[in-house]
């Protein structure tokens, strides 16, 4: 299954392998990884050399370590974007609008990919979580509804590339501007006005309307944007 | 400038330290890490722990290990994501439409973000761009020179989260069809257009028409999402 192999960067040169496998057919999500000891000899290289690809891949969340039971591929490849884009944004010295536009293109073409493939159920399951918005009291609780009825619309692209983007430049906005989602829907300007954009989004997904419900999600952006462009981000 | 540590996952604590080092301005792209020594002994752990992290940071491109010379922070971020994305895609059986759509998400905002910020010396650099694409006739400078007029656009955004991102999928497209833009440009139905469309992106940027400058894009994007949904990936 796997090759023996004579390169520098030898890191690079498993995480080519495991790739190959994965092409193959012969690995796949959630599948054990061969032990460190047993795949060094096939390979001919040092443990610590295998270690190091290892802990690379398991830092991007490719590869998960379990104590005692050995390395496996991830199931969920949600947050591997998460910490190579969040050290980008302090490497290059980002602006909190910078993430804000990147999820504002992601989120909007969610949206039509959403309308375009939605089901009765997913239908359903959105709008039940925008009447539970509106009910509730608890701001907390509303937070967290408002990132599922988003999340929902990421799953309904049927697009996982978009999805993990957008699920991580999502945690690197919520990391920057800590309970940001509480903040817009206490704001008294904006807060208001939110039930009624999801209501907006929500009827175009289910007329089926990609154009409008890219169009309602937009909308809905412009008004956080005009959120974040006057705060400035927390140190931790 | 480190801190003792004293946990498991070392590797994420000395990627913390770094982004702390970041964001109090102590370390800027780069700028040279300690010695793998030296900072063991500053931390009080292994050589090879302090390895494995900075061959990980090595992976996502967040680190440049020059022999001889040490460990750099890098200085540009545009494939830091490429290596993540590639292998999400793979893990995940991923079909090359999503990668696309996502392309397009990008791509379009970017229009869009450009065209607000236009200014003449960027708009001529696209012109002449435009310009040498229409009189070339080696499909290979042809597709060097598609690809430049995509990149400076991407540049003129002024957000380096979308660019970083949209490189990173344009470099795994690529990787997927081997020369993707030469097919397209000598495509009997689609090379003929591709000029045109070029000249209309161009012409909405001139303008600073943001909407217009997404749209045409959009247009451009369906000609290409035409192309790249009659094709198999290359395994290789």
């Not at 309307?209 to 959120?227: K, R, T, V, Y």
Request: proline share 3%.
């Amino acid at each position: 299954m796997f090759k023996e192999i004579a390169h520098t960067k030898i890191y690079l040169q498993i995480l080519e392998q495991i790739k190959e496998n994965i092409i193959r057919g012969n690995l796949k999500s959630g599948d054990r990884l061969p032990s460190e000891r047993q795949w060094a000899e096939q390979l001919g290289v040092s443990r610590a050399t295998i270690r190091e690809a290892i802990r690379a891949l398991e830092m991007i969340g490719l590869v998960v370590c379990q104590q005692g039971e050995g390395n496996f591929i991830a199931e969920n490849f949600e947050d591997t974007l998460t910490q190579p884009l969040t050290i980008m944004f302090w490497l290059s010295n980002g602006q909190l609008s910078e993430v804000q536009e990147l999820r504002r293109a992601l989120e909007t073409e969610a949206a039509k990919l959403a309308a375009k493939k939605m089901t009765p159920e997913r239908f359903a399951s959105l709008e039940k979580i925008c009447d539970a918005i509106e009910t509730e009291t608890d701001e907390t609780v509303r937070a967290e509804l408002d990132k599922r009825f988003h999340y929902e619309i990421a799953l309904a692209s049927e697009n996982r590339m978009i999805r993990n983007v957008l699920q991580s430049s999502a945690t690197l906005i919520e990391a920057l501007i800590k309970d940001i989602r509480i903040a817009i829907l206490d704001d008294p300007d904006r807060g208001p006005v939110i039930d009624t954009q999801h209501r907006h989004i929500l009827n175009a997904l289910k007329a089926k309307e990609p154009l409008n419900a890219a169009f309602a999600m937009s909308q809905h952006m412009d008004l956080i944007d005009g959120f974040v462009a006057g705060l400035e981000i927390d140190e931790h």
